[in-house]
């Protein structure tokens, strides 16, 4: 089964810190994702990327860069984080194949900015 | 560009109990529509999708979900609820290439009563 693994289940940062969140998948997906879920709002698209090397801008990506060296791995990068981006944080991964439609979440980064 | 609405944000029903969890999407062409379930601690996973055909899509978990184009909805059922099933559920219309670019409703939260 297809395992999407975010390196921290909480992390606590303090405001203009640079924070780098990461993200790493074993099924040799193309697609990858980051989403920021906050209560009532649902998910909402950061950033994605469908190559090595390459990023799409989602509905959200003010304050947020992405990094993508490697295919298995997916960085979200907050470069100066501010108390406004405290959220859950979401990575998700997909093939680019049949069945792409189907993306696969981690467990999620609790991220607080103080 | 695509938004999806679920009205309600908590639900609470008795074990043994029917469901049925709203959405409803605006799209101009026909949606790819998906059911994504979030158990506490846990990231999304998939439920049931619907991109074209039958109407009525069965899902993982005995759930079930009919798109409705004429209302513009896709709500998700189920005839009996189990404790297991208390989570958030989330409702998504993708575009285009399905899975790349999904928009998600601001989610159900379910609690089940003993």
């Known amino acids: 089964d297809v395992k999407v693994t975010q390196s921290s289940r909480y992390l606590v940062k303090r405001t203009g810190e640079k924070v780098f969140l990461e993200c790493v998948q074993d099924m040799d997906h193309e697609n990858m994702f980051w989403y920021r879920q906050d209560p009532g709002l649902g998910l909402r698209l950061i950033y994605f990327s469908y190559d090595v090397k390459m990023k799409e801008k989602g509905d959200i990506p003010e304050g947020y860069s992405v990094s993508r060296e490697k295919k298995e791995r997916f960085s979200l990068i907050l470069e100066s984080a501010s108390t406004n981006q405290t959220s859950m944080y979401l990575c998700a991964s997909s093939t680019n194949r049949v069945g792409r439609e189907k993306l696969f979440f981690g467990s999620g980064t609790q991220l607080s900015v103080l | 560009a695509q938004s999806v609405t679920q009205p309600d944000i908590h639900i609470t029903v008795s074990e043994g109990a029917s469901l049925e969890l709203r959405c409803n999407y605006s799209y101009g062409a026909t949606p790819y529509l998906f059911w994504y379930v979030q158990s506490p601690g846990q990231g999304l996973q998939l439920l049931l999708k619907y991109f074209s055909g039958d109407t009525l899509v069965q899902g993982i978990k005995g759930f079930e979900a009919e798109f409705k184009r004429s209302q513009s909805s896709f709500n998700l059922r189920k005839p009996s609820v189990h404790w297991s099933d208390a989570a958030e559920y989330f409702c998504?219309?993708?575009?285009?290439?399905?899975?790349?670019?999904?928009?998600f409703g601001g989610g159900t939260r379910l609690m089940v009563k003993p």
């Open positions: 998504a219309v993708g575009a285009g290439n399905a899975g790349n670019m999904l928009t």
